[in-house]
Each structure stands twice: as C-alpha cells, then as structure tokens.
C-alpha cells in the first residue's frame, strides 16, 4: 500500500479535502459538483474513482475464493463454503469498520498498533490523499481477503460457529496488527519493510492463520490411511475452481494497481503489466514442472500456480521489472509445487484447497523476492543485502506474530465452541449436519418432474 | 419372499410411495435408470439440429416382500402408478432366496 | 438518480458538451481529443468515464440474476431461466431505446410521462452533465434490471412466450413511467421524494410486477400439497446461486455508486462504503436470525439476506450514513426472511427466488426508511416527519400504479398467448417442452464415451 | 484501435511522458505523483486507468471464453478446455512480451511488419498517448483473445501439446502480423481499412485460423455418423455456457470502448451503446429466426447469438450508428445460424462451440458492414464504394494470410508432435488421457462419506 | 421370461441398442453403474498425487424377454458388445416369475 | 451360481471392498440408490420451511459368486459393514441362471 500525498499543495489540497469531505459526511450530499473542478479536484476524484474501483473488484475476488474453494473440496460441504465465504465478507466489512481501522490505520502507539479512529470517529480528517471512506473501503475487502484465505484450508471439518469467531478474531486483530506494522505507519514500513500490495500483510497473514489453524483443526477423516498413506480427496468441481482462479486473477488487477491508491499515479500500468506475467510465469512453470514429473501438466496445481504467481509478485509489484516479475512467478509456481507435496506427503498437514502453500509460502516467497529483485535496492540490481535483510526480518517476525497470535485465537475458541465437527458429521457433510442443506438436490431427479421424497413438512 | 422390481415414472413416485406406506412397506430401494419402450422418445433441438433422445427417465423401485403380500402391492402399484398412457412402466416380479440384515445378520422375513 | 450541473459554467460546459457531442453523433468520430483538455473537459470525461463503467458492472448483474434463479429452481428449468434472462438484457435495450427513455427522460406531460425523444431522437442535445449516450446506457441497463427480478418470480411455469411479451410491456412503460416520476422531472421528484439508485423505481417496480404476475399465475405444481401443506421445492445448485448472489453484490457498487452519474463526485466514496455495510448487515441480520429460529443458519436466506440489505439501503446511499446503512441493512434482512414466510406460508404465493421479498418488500421499506435515516431531513436525525411522509406517499402511488398496471399488462398478455404452461409440460421441465432443450445433457454419462442414445435425426 | 495524440500539445505532452515514463521504468517508482497535477497530466491519467480497467474487463473475458467453451462440450473434457484456456493467457503474454509486441507495432518494414522493441527494449519511448506498459497490457490481452477462440473449434480432440504450440505460434506471429498491417502502421490501415476494435484483427484471425486447424483435425468420432447423418453432441452444462456468454458480453464494452486508448474521447460513450444495442440484436434475431424455423426459440443458438451481434458491430463501433449497429448486430446473428447449418451439415467442418461461425464469419461480415453503415464514408451513408471495397480487400487478404499462415503452423505443429490425440484417448474424454484428471469426480457420490475407491497411491 | 443384465461398456452401448432394435426388441432399462473386475483402473494424479480408480464406468443394460429369444439376444450382444478387451462385461441370466405392465394389467409376455 | 444384491452405507464400503478383494473377489458392480426403512431421515430446512428428505444415499453392490462362495462372502459382508447402527441395510440372494463373459462367450463360473 503506498499513499501519494501531494507535496507542495499540502495546503490547498487539504483545503480542498476537508471542504470536500466535510460535506460528504456531515450533509452526506454531495456539493462538492457545484464548484468548478481544478485540475487538483480532478486528480483527486481520479484518485477516487481508481480506487473504488480497485476495491470493486477485490471485492469481488470473494466470489473466486469461493469458486475455488468450492470446486476443490467435495460437493457435500460446497454449502458450508459458500456460508464461509459470505460470511467472512460480511463479518470483515464490520468488524474492521468498528476496531480494525483504528488498530491499523489509527495514530501508532510505538509502532505497534492504532489506538484511536473506532467506528471510524474522526476519520474523515484523515488524510490518506483520497476521501477516507474510499480508502477505508479499498483497507476493508483487503482485510477480509485475508481472512478467507483461512476459509480454504480449514475446509470441510471446521465448526461453522467456530470459523465465525475466527474470522472476527483475525479481521479485528491479527491483519489489523499486522497491517499496521506495515503500512499503519508502524514500526516494519519505518525500517524501509517493502509490500507493495500485500504478499506479507494479506497473503501471508492468511496463510500463516490457515496453518496453525490447520495443524489444530488435523487432518480429513480419510486422508491419511491408517497404514499412512497419502489419499487425495479429489474436489468436485473444476469448471468451477477454474471460474474461481480466473475470477481472482482479474480481482488481482485491482489488488494490485489499486494499491497506488492513486490513478494519477502512472506506475500503476507497470504494476498491471507485472500482474499479468507474474500470473502467467506461474502457469507456464506449474504447467512445464508438473508435466516433467508425472509425465502430464496437473492441472489441480496449474490452477494453484496461477495464484502462487500472483502472490510472489504482490509484494514487489511497484518495485521489480518485468523480467523480475518473470522469475518470481514462475519460481513462485515451482514452490508451491513443492510446498504442497511437503505439506501433503512430509509434514502431513492436510490443506485442501493448497492456502498454505500458495498464500503463506509463496507470500514469504515474494516479499523476500522483492530484496532481490527490486529496481531499486534489490541485491540482484546491485543494491545490496540491506533490503534483503529487512525483507527477510519481517517475513519472520510476521510469521511469529501470526502464528502465535491465530494459535491464542484458535485455543480461545476451541474452549469456547470446539473447533472440529465430530467424525459423523463430517462423514455426513458439513452441510447437511452445519446447515441442514445440500448444495445439489435436484440434480440426479433433474428430468424427474416432482422434487423426489421431499417427504413431510415436520415444521 | 419375492422381489418387486417396478419401472416406473419419476412423477408418479411420490404417490405410489406413499400409498406403500400406509399400506405398511417401510423399506424400499429407489435407482434413477432411463428406459425405452413404447414410449415415444423426446425431440430436442441443439445447434440447429432436431433429433431424438429416446432414452427417457424412470425410476426403479425395488421392494424385498414377503409372498403373501406381492398380490396387494402390485394391484397397489397398478393403482397409484398409472396414468393410463404409453410409459406407465412395468412390474417385474422375481423369487427371492435369502434376505439377511447386516446389522443383526436375522434372515428371512425378518430382514425386510 | 442525481444529475450534476456545473452550475456557473453552464455556457462553457454546453459549448464544450455542444461541440464534443455533435461531433460523436453526426460525425462518429471523435475529433475532441485533438483539443488539449482543460478541467471542465477532463472533469466531464472522468464523469463519463465512472458512469460508464458504472453501467458495465450494472449490465454484469444480469449474469448475477441469471446464477441466482438457476441455483434456486430445478435443473428442469435452467435452460428456461437463461432464456428469460438474456432476451430481458435484449428486450431492455432495445425497448429503452425505442421508447422506454423517451417516456422516462422526455419532456414531462404534467410530471406524468415523458414525451418525446422517441428513437434518442434530439437526446444528443440533451443536458445531463456527460454524453447523453452514456447517461443512457447506464439507465438502459436499469430498465432491463427492473424487468428482469420479475423472471425469478415467475419462474418455472410461465410460458416463455407470455414473459417475453411482459418484459417488452414493463420496459416500455411500466418501469420508465415510475423512472419518470422519480428520476425523469415528474411530480414525485418535485415533492422531494428521494430514491437515489431506485429501491423504489427499480426494485420495487419489478418487485410488485413479479407479484401480481406471480398471482395471476398461481403456484407451482407440487408447491402446495392437497392437504394445504407447504412443500419446499429446493433450487439445485447452491454454487451457482451463491456465485450469482456474489455478482449482483459486485455489480450493485456500480448501481448505487454510478447513479451519481459523476465520477468527480465525492459522495461516490461514502455510498459505495454504504453498499458494502448495507450488504454486509443483510447477511449477518439473517444469519443470525434463522440461526436462533432454526438452530441452523439457513444459507438460501442468508444469500437472499445480501440482496435484502442491499436493496433496503439502495434509496438512501447517498442520504443515510454508516449507521444507518448497518441499521437499515441488518433490519432488511429480517424482514425478507419475515416476508418470504408470510409470502409462502400466509398468502400463499409463490415465489421460487424470494424476488417478491428482497426486492418488493425491501425496495419499499428502504425507501421508507430514508425517511427515518437520511442524515439531512430523516425522522431520527431530527427532520420531521415531512419526508417521511412523502417517502410513505410514493411507496404507496408506486405499488399501485405498478400492481395495477402490471395486472393490466398481464391479462393482456393473457388473452393474446396465455400465461402459463400446460400442467404437464411444466412437470416434463420449460427446458424440453419450451425450448427442445437440456442443461445437462452429458452430466451423468460424463466418463461415457459417445453421448447415450442421441437417436435419429428427424430433420 | 484508434491511437489518439493531443495535437499541437506534442512537445509538453512528450516531456510530461518522457518524464513519467523514465521514472517508471527506471526507477520503478512513482514519482510523478509529487508533482501539481495540470490538465495534461490529468488526461493523461484518465486515459491510462481507462485503457487499464478496459484490459482486465477484456483480461475477464477468458473467463467467458474458458466456460462458454465447458458448457458447449462433454464433461469428459472440461478439464482440458480449462487447461487450454488458462495457458492461452498465460502463453499470449509471455509470448506477446517477448516478440508479439516488436512484430506488431515495432517500425514497419514495408508495411508488413514490425522489427524492433523485442522483449519490449525501448518501448518506453514509444508515444501511444498513454505509458507504453499501459498500451501493452491492452493489446496482450487482445493478443490472447484471438489465440483463445480458436480453442473452442478444435476443442474434444486436439492433443494439448499441439494446442500449446499453436497457441505460441498464433500469438507470437500470425495475430501480430494481421494487427500490425491495420493497427501498427502497415499498409491495410495506411489504406484507409477501418477496424476499430478488431472484428478482423482479432476475431477473424482467430476464426479463420480455427477454421483451418478444424479442418486438418476432423470431426470428432461421433459427429458424423457412418451413413452420414449429423449427429448434435450437445455440451453438458447450459448454465456455465450461459454464464460464459454474459461474461463474455460484460468484457466486450472493454474490449470496444476501451479501444480508444483514451478515457478523454468522448467517442466512448457512444461505442458503448453500439456494444449493448449490437449484442441486444444479434440475441433478438437469433431468436426470432429459430422460433420461427424450429418453432421454439433455440438456447444454444441464442446465447451465440449475443456474440455474433457483438462480433459483428466491433470493427464499426466507433463509426456506425445506434440503427446501424440494431441492423448489423440482428444480421449478424441470422448470419451466424446459417453458417453454423453449413459449416454442420453441408461443408461438414466440425466445431463444437461455432468459433468459426461467431468470429470467422461475423468478423468478415462486421468489417465489410463498416463499409456500409460508416457514417462517415460508408455506402448507406451516401459515402460512394471506396471505403466498401478496402474494407473487401483487407477481408481477403486477412482470410488468405491466416488460412495459409495457420495452415502451415498447424502442419510443423503436426510433423513435430501430431495434432489429434488416438481414437481411444478421444472415445475416454481428453481429461483423462491427456491430463489424469476428471472435472467431476465427486458428483455422484456426492452424499457418500469418504471419496468412493480411490484405490492405492502408487507413487 | 427371463431377464438379461449385461454390464457392458458405454462405448458399445449405442451399438448393440441398434441391433437389438432390428431384432425387435424394443424395451429395455439402462442404468449407469461402476463396476471392477479383471479390467485395470484409471491412474490418476490430483494436487501432486497419483492413485487408482479401480471402478471403472459401465452401462447395465436390463431386458425381460421371453424364454425363446435368450439365445439370440445372447448372441446379439457378444456380437455388437465386444471389443475383445479386457472388460467387455457379462450377461447374467435370471428367472422371472412375472412381468406386469403397469399400464394396463397386463401379463406375463404380453407385458414386455 | 449366485447374485447377492447388498444393500449398504456409502461409508462402509471401501472397507466391504478391501474385505472382498482379500478374500479373492476380484469383479463387482457398484450403483448409487437411494433408500428407506427403518433408518430416520435427514431434516434440512429451506427458505425457512423445515422438511424431512426420506430417501438416504445407499450403494448397491453386486456380486455374482460361485454357489460355495456364498456363506463366506455374506459373513464379509455382515462383518466390515455393519456399524450396528440403524440404516447397515441389507444382503439379497438371488438364484442366477447363466452368467456370460461378453469378450469370450465363456459361460457358468469360468464367466465371473
Ligand atoms: N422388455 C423390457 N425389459 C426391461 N425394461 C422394459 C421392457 N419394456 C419396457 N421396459 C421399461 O418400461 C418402461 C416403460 O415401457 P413402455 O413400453 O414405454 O410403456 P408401457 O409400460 O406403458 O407399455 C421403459 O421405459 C423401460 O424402462
Ligand atoms: N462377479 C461379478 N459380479 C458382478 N459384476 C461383475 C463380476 N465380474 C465382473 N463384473 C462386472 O463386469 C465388468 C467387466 O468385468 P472385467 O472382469 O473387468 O472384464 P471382462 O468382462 O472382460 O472379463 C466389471 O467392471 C463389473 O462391473
Ligand atoms: N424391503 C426392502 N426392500 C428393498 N430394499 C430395502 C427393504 N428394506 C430395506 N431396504 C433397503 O435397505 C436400507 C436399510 O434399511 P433400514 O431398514 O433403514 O436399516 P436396517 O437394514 O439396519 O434395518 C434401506 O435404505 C433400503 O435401501
């Protein structure tokens, strides 16, 4: 996240803004159109408009989670997904509009966290170079993104009712903090930390949540023979995990050039530009690494490598080329190739949709890929190790706040609700034993002509 | 013991299940098969071209009884399931050697 | 809908508008850019610019629309469903074109209907502070918007013949002469009456359309069993449902934030902030709420509950602040789930996607409840009741003009082709007997070799 | 696509870019951003997120494409289409990247083709109006839209590996050949050839080059059957199609209003409108015309129907009228229908989403209306035969080029790794051979508790 | 009257409808079942894993036919049926005790 | 020969399979059914209409044995399938008159 700040027109700029905003939110109409735009109005509602924009479209990112998330688990917990997926949009939308905000965008409290700005108090005189609201916006689907990386690796064993909690806990605490480290103003962003739009805050936080979450949570009832052997759960939906990925590719291109949060700012072509290959380079090494190994290109991982592209080139996506964008993609596809494998077969944690290897791995990945690979003071364009090393810092000490602090949270609300469902309804399906539903009910009878033994209404 | 096997149409079931019921048939075993017969097939139009999908839908019914009943459920069959047009279906009607119940391993009668 | 002027600078702006739009119609080629821009030109091309793009996230709810009455009707019916949905988007264009803007936007006949500008024609001198083109795109697809929440209502007995004539029949007139006295100059606009992006003209017109329509169609077969039971009749496919409930959420940001119709607008900050807490409030209110009623969260609710929120704050986007909007939101989706059973158990009508309740039932209450929340002029913001009442007023001159004059439409259509299909084509599926057609032809023969049984060809 | 300059502004515009530009690329972060935004800056902005937003509107449409494609072929191949089409993406912007670009708009060589800017060296200097990376973006995608329709004709028996190698071929010389003879400075547009947004330039090249690969394939086992009857084989999910369409439609107003490059021509509005009112009347016709054939309105035909209205106002968008746009769009889906027929039945060329007929045939079509309905210059317009006759010529020459070219393509491709996977490996579904995958694998068992045999792991 | 289950390939199936349509046998019931036997499963990879699917997809194709007409029907399908590769399928022959036609009541051979 | 016909929990029946394999049966045919008895059915609720689906997901499993084969394979059966819960369902013998293999026209036990 870079925030542009006019230099020089700090003054009238601000004027501007405060006239402009308090309008907006003591009147709440608008009547800023009535005067005649400047070209320091029209640059600021450029800025606006690019940025709802941006933030449009990782809102909309949400449905290819769920798509994904959807396709690559089994057809009788598709509805619990989907509750997961909304939900999580609803609940991060809230909660990071009641304390969220104020923990990362609220003034530091040694660098460590926001303390003021609840329930937006205050906020509109804010100066973030846009009107706070849609800053605030474009923050708010961030923080639910990550949030629902965990959704996916928790996948078909989680409680309803505790993923619910899990979600307020991460949405109001965890990303918040982390964010705040960040791009909050706080003590990471200080030392010269580079994340352009969140392979650390978002992705890993997410995925280093879904880890811990997962090794509490266990493995799938039938994943692990008990004479140990690896049993893929093949997910029920291709056409939709693929609807899903390319769904978030194009969400991307918000995630990414949106984080300018400025249209004026011309580097967002560039950042469109890595966007793309990034995305690509992860197709193309997923495809050519899985097609070498097994003889044919897998395509439940070229999926997955399309994101694990998109992750590893977030964070450097304002500060490496084109080349760069290359190399971290396609390195970024062959990790994950990797890290699944081990996650799978070696460490045997059981992630069905592949979070943890493309959100928290390849996240770590591409923020310590920024140290090599930035224009501008990566060690592979002559600028040293300093970079690096800062780089390197705050992908560790991210990783030890995150994975303690989800630990404390998953235990809190284990003791409150329990994680896991029991084994029969997990058997059964989270969704008729969560939700007394079923994702597909018509469809074996669909040329039948009454709904089949829809039976009594007991109710 | 005999075993019923009906053929029947999918918008019939419901009725003829739950006249099974009253009658006091609790257990019964239901597949989606597609059948042809007399029947006339659908016509259906794809990408310009007309053609025929003769194979239609119908749902098997399968019943374990004992022999003294296969008289009232096929006239209950006859009854409920019958639209009196081409495709109503038919009754197969099979001997049946042994019925055991996995949970309790009871045979016979007691099975079903 | 708000419709900015740039007052003081009305003769440059209609010189500059005079000449860039003469330009595009007569010549259709764009010279303007060889003009070097100016504020008063870039701020009109960032407001066409937001307007248009505004108007494709519109246009992209249809695929929203058309996800959520596949999801929630029977497989037998898909292909149907599809059908309606893509010839509204058409019917909606190409009507609005014709005559629907002519009668919305014309020059009012005592604030009745609009009479002129049949055909656009003279609508390029037309001032709306952008292209007169792309002000209507973006009312074209609110048109075909309007008409097409009647599809869902109806769905699964009308006759695709008789829908087709009533989608023509509603985006000619019906809708455009609500749009006319609310948006278009007529007399509820001039009493004060505020519906910002149309919970009233949009939702509620195609809310109370669907609800006559669906009256004069009665119920599906099997829905009520001969004893007076209620049967449920589960849609088959929640994945397909929740993705188009996700789209329509997408698209809603450009249907509340465009109908600024101004991208240099600040105000399109805080409404979009109100589409995502209003959404937001809707899921968390009915997740909530059936999870007490029911011991379960109901998902099929809380989907719909996204849309009730949304709708319930559609009129006051630009009025109400955040409070209200959770307020508002949060209480929809109640509602709607109050509605659909009062709808299905009560009244007894049917309505396979709950379009009567999420939009009929909460367009009306969202526009009643800017009366209680607009920051400016709202009951509980100290304003009185004045606009209360005049909300309340064209709530009620709305239903019944709409109800009456969608019972009239529809027992035209009646008589000329009939409404409803035979019983036993609507047990046999619209999709054969409509359209000679199948939505999942190969699903169960997937791994099959050739498709089964695909017999002779007859012609 | 029409490259707009600020005449007479040239000198300033060329510092403001040549400044912003370096800094981008040079030091890959912004700068600009510090300086006082002026009226040149600003539209220079405006036009830069404009062309962004409309590339990943049209980066969107390979979503479109990828289930349009699914939900017109078997199940037993869905995975395969997916793969084809996310490697299409991936393929058309590494490959674009490294020589797309430089062939298409590199310095011409006698008007044939461009030779410089490799791997984009140099490019930055390059004036399109906007930053060159944003330029690039747009064509990429545009560059891997053409390569994509090609997937759907040959899609059910192509071997991957084949298409892998096509795809490259495709995007790396025969669409930029095409694109730079009308867009890059060849001779086709120095003759005055209008196509602007690429009806030829992007949906014949891929028609006509699907035409030929179709034709060196054969029809699918099946198709034809030994007495000679056609054999339909429909696809298996109605709904995805469907969805792919629209998806496919919401990109299209990027695709065509994007193509001005330039946010501040005010020509967008009206190409908008073109863009809905062409689709509009390419479904209304189509279903008129199979109502009144078949007497039901054919789905399948509908939905394609939507696409060659669009196709067929592409080329026109900028130059055409509302009217003409209503006449083109109708006759190019009445167009479209009798082609598939003969494509089908009489020439007997076997494309199992009708590629050929939507872009091929509507692609030459739309071109050649421009020379009818140009307002400016077109023969309906009283503008004499000349613009007709280039349009004629530029239709040929491109059908002549891409056939042969495509042609020869697909024979190396043949002699390196032979085109048409085994009659077995077809009769079994591509998934399964080709990638050891199923798209569906839980869906019948979709109620039962552990994944049904999934047998021993054996590596 | 006996009744025919063939578990056979779905590629074949198309084939040997038609020549059992020319024969004169025009009712038949089909089902799409999984079944394992001799014939080796599909190798399969997911997410970096390869397993077998060891239940491969077949067509059960039921015919109730008259007792006379076995052995041709028989015949029939070992014609058109097989591939000569493993997993062509079986016919397995059961007694029937009745077939009834839903419809109309009707009987034993007049039924079918 | 013999046909058993199980009727049998979705859950257990890679277990009753792997018994089956070990024993030495190698062919069978498996069907997804749906069934009733005994065992309840699940509640779910929609648009907030609470009702009962009666119908649960069984598998069918198929199983043409030898005459001497039958009482072992039953034992696997009863044995790995029972849960001792409701719903186990049920073990159908059938008397079979022939069984045919399609690819070689061999006939009785040599066919299975
Ligand atoms: N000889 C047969 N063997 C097996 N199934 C049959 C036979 N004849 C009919 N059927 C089944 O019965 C269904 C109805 O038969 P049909 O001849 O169409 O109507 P009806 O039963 O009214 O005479 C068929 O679709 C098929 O599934
Ligand atoms: N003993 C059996 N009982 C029931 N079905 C069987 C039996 N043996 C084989 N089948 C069915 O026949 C199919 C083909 O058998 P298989 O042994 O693979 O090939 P083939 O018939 O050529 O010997 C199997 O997939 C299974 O559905
Ligand atoms: N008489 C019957 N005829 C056919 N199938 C039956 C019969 N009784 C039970 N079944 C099948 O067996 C399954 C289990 O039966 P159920 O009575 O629920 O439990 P259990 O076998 O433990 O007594 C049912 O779902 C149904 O498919």
Sequence with gaps: MYIKTFK???????????????????????????ESPTPLTNALALDTVWTLIAAFLVFFMHAGFTMVEIGFTRAKNAVNIIMKNIVTVAVGAVTFFIVGFAFMFGDTLGGIIGLNHFLLAGADKMDFGIPTMAFWIFQAVFAATAATIVSGAVAERIKFGAYFLLTILITAFIYPVVGHWIWGGGWLGDLGFIDFAGSTVVHSTGGWSA????????????KYSPDGKVMPIPGHSMPLGALGVLILWFGWFGFNAGSTVAGTDMAIASIAVITLLGGAAGVLSTMAYTWLRHGKPDPSLVLNGALAGLVSITAGAASIGSVGALI???????????????????????????AISVHGICGAFGTIGVGL?????????????????????????????????ATAAALIVKSLV??????????G????????????????????????SMGEITK | MKKLECIMRPAKFEQVKEALGNYGIKGMTVTHVTGCGLQQGKTEVYRGSTFTINLLPKIKLELVIS?????????????????GEIGDGKIFIYHIEEAIRIRTGEKGDHAI
């Design chain 1, 8 to 34: 020089g027109e700090d003054i009238m700029l601000k004027k501007i803004l405060f006239y402009s905003l308090t309008s907006i939110f003591v009147l709440a109409l608008p009547t800023f159109a009535a």
């Design chain 1, 211 to 222: 880890l811990v979450i997962a090794v509490l949570l266990g493995a799938r009832v039938g």
């Design chain 1, 328 to 354: 971290l993609g396609a390195a970024g596809g062959i990790i994950m190739v990797a890290a699944v494998e081990i996650f799978d077969k070696k460490i045997r944690i059981d992630d069905p949709v592949g």
């Design chain 1, 373 to 405: 690979f930035a224009v501008n003071g990566g060690l592979f364009y002559g600028g040293g190790v300093e970079l690096l090393l800062i780089q390197l810092l705050g992908v560790v000490v991210v990783f030890l706040f995150v994975s303690i602090s």
């Design chain 1, 418 to 427: 329990g994680l896991r469902v029991s084994e029969a309804e997990e058997l």
């Design chain 1, 429 to 452: 399906g989270l969704d008729i034993n969560e939700h007394g539903s079923e994702a597909y009910v018509d469809l074996e009878e669909r040329i039948g002509t009454t709904v089949l």
């Design chain 2, 67 to 83: 022999d003294q009943q296969v008289e009232q459920v096929t006239e209950i069959i006859k009854e409920e399931g019958s639209t």
